[in-house]
């Protein structure tokens, strides 16, 4: 694996400026959470720093590594290019960065839809890139203070933030979102 120094190199050079900001961003707020939910701060970090390793990618240069590594899109993905960077993350981390932490390529892999059963990694990705600091949002400053008083309220409360926006939007929404909201709701104690 590169060291996060590398890493962060081979990001400035291949992400946007305003992303590669971005992505510091939710390494930051990543290791902040980790280190709440006695989660490894360094995974979190590395997560945070290699979740949008492939969001400057071009759709062809996705849907080639999508049909070279044999994944299968649901009709859903296959529709919406917008999940595709997600969907290829870890492999691009894998590639570029030589992340080969199981844990880590999972919370990468799954950050914008989140899915059933995640890890606290996972879900400490998956939120840190919704509120990380440059994120500007009606409500994004009490979805802070939710996450950091309780993680799992937190990620409920996105799922549920992103689903309203998604319907506002009249956008597709991937089952993977629906099915992680579900999953809390069966499963945690986010209604109390």
């Given at each position: 694996?590169?060291?996060?120094?590398?890493?962060?190199?081979y990001?400035?050079?291949?992400?946007?400026?305003?992303?590669?900001?971005?992505?510091?961003?939710?390494?930051?707020?990543?290791?902040?959470?980790?280190?709440?939910?006695?989660?490894?701060?360094?995974?979190?970090?590395?997560?945070?720093?290699?979740?949008?390793?492939?969001?400057?990618?071009?759709?062809?240069?996705?849907?080639?590594?999508?049909?070279?590594n044999?994944?299968?899109?649901?009709?859903?993905?296959?529709?919406?290019?917008?999940?595709?960077?997600?969907?290829?993350?870890?492999?691009?981390?894998?590639?570029?960065?030589?992340?080969?932490?199981?844990e880590?390529?999972?919370?990468?892999?799954?950050?914008?839809?989140?899915?059933?059963?995640?890890?606290?990694?996972?879900?400490?990705?998956?939120?840190?890139?919704?509120?990380?600091?440059?994120?500007?949002?009606?409500?994004?400053?009490?979805?802070?203070?939710?996450?950091f008083?309780?993680?799992?309220?937190?990620?409920?409360?996105?799922?549920?933030?992103?689903?309203?926006?998604?319907?506002?939007?009249?956008?597709?929404?991937?089952?993977?979102?629906?099915?992680?909201?579900?999953?809390?709701?069966?499963?945690?104690?986010?209604?109390?």
């Amino acid at each position: 694996m590169l060291s996060i120094e590398e890493m962060k190199i081979y990001l400035k050079e291949n992400l946007m400026e305003k992303r590669y900001i971005h992505t510091l961003g939710v390494a930051e707020t990543a290791k902040k959470l980790a280190k709440l939910n006695g989660v490894s701060e360094e995974k979190a970090e590395i997560a945070g720093l290699a979740h949008d390793v492939a969001k400057n990618l071009s759709i062809e240069k996705m849907k080639n590594i999508i049909e070279q590594n044999g994944i299968i899109l649901s009709k859903i993905e296959e529709n919406n290019p917008s999940l595709w960077h997600s969907i290829i993350a870890h492999i691009e981390a894998k590639d570029k960065l030589k992340i080969e932490d199981e844990e880590i390529l999972d919370a990468i892999r799954w950050h914008t839809t989140g899915k059933e059963n995640m890890s606290t990694l996972t879900k400490i990705i998956y939120i840190a890139d919704m509120i990380e600091p440059g994120r500007k949002f009606e409500g994004v400053e009490e979805l802070r203070k939710v996450t950091f008083e309780d993680l799992d309220k937190g990620v409920y409360a996105g799922l549920n933030g992103s689903l309203k926006v998604l319907l506002v939007s009249n956008l597709l929404i991937d089952d993977n979102t629906i099915k992680a909201r579900n999953y809390f709701l069966f499963n945690s104690n986010v209604k109390a």
